[in-house]
């Protein structure tokens, strides 16, 4: 299992736009790259997933470059609510279910 | 995606009892999880439950200790047994589908265990 490494916490005005870098040099080839975001008393929640190059949905947008040794996950214009803790997990090919390690994770703080 | 329901939310037990989760789930799946997070850290997997077959622990985790079942494909049960105040944690179930490309995990709520 690839492991990941990121920030462990980041601070970010309401407004501004949030990239959230995670390394991941073992990734293998079938690996797949999801973010997950997790508010307190809760269970992580799916945010986004690529293979390669940028994937956007209406949350954020995935960044992986063409080595696909690290990612990152941008925040445009967070909000107090985007406060949470956002984990970057490599794995799960598709068409085989596989397990995935989560990392320590990296705390954003939105200050007002 | 996959909508995940876990009962009792929360619970405050006594030490040398034991707990069981349930987690259930509005479709049918073939790989379910079970994971611990303590306070403060990161989620730490347990086991992975596979209908009809036996769970697989992860190294530290004892079917003595964590026994689980999944009867079918919609539901899943955790025990904490002989609990002591060190199991105190936010125990998740989740579920592994397939969205898109690549495999994505959908978490319940968590259960919140104190234990005295």
């Known amino acids: 299992l690839a492991k990941t490494t990121q920030p462990i916490s980041m601070d970010s005005y309401e407004g501004q736009e949030v990239n959230i870098t995670c390394s991941h040099n073992?990734?293998?080839?079938?690996?797949?790259i999801t973010w997950y975001q997790q508010f307190p008393s809760q269970g992580p929640r799916f945010i986004i997933q690529?293979?390669?190059t940028k994937v956007t949905n209406e949350v954020a947008s995935l960044f992986i470059p063409a080595d696909r040794k690290s990612s990152t996950l941008s925040l445009p214009r967070v909000s107090l609510s985007d406060t949470a803790v956002y984990y970057c997990?490599?794995?799960?090919?598709?068409?085989?279910?596989?397990?995935?390690?989560f990392g320590t994770g990296t705390k954003l703080q939105v200050i007002p | 995606s996959a909508v995940i329901s876990q009962k009792p939310s929360r619970d405050i037990c006594q030490r040398g009892t034991s707990l069981t989760i349930q987690c259930q789930v509005d479709?049918?799946?073939?790989?379910m999880f079970w994971y611990r997070q303590q306070p403060g850290q990161s989620l730490t997997l347990i086991a992975t439950?596979?209908?009809?077959?036996?769970?697989?622990?992860e190294s530290g985790f004892v079917i003595d200790k964590f026994p689980i079942s999944r009867p079918n494909l919609t539901f899943s049960t955790l025990t904490v047994s002989n609990m002591s105040p060190e199991d105190s944690s936010i125990y998740l179930c989740?579920?592994?589908?397939?969205?898109?490309?690549?495999?994505?995990?959908?978490f319940g709520p968590g259960t919140r265990l104190t234990v005295l």
């Open positions: 989740s579920v592994q589908t397939l969205a898109g490309e690549g495999d994505t995990q959908y």
């Open positions: 073992n990734i293998a080839t079938n690996d797949y």
């Open positions: 690529g293979y390669k």
């Open positions: 997990l490599v794995g799960g090919s598709s068409g085989g279910y596989q397990k995935v390690t």
């Open positions: 479709s049918q799946v073939t790989m």
């Open positions: 439950a596979n209908q009809g077959s036996e769970a697989t622990y």
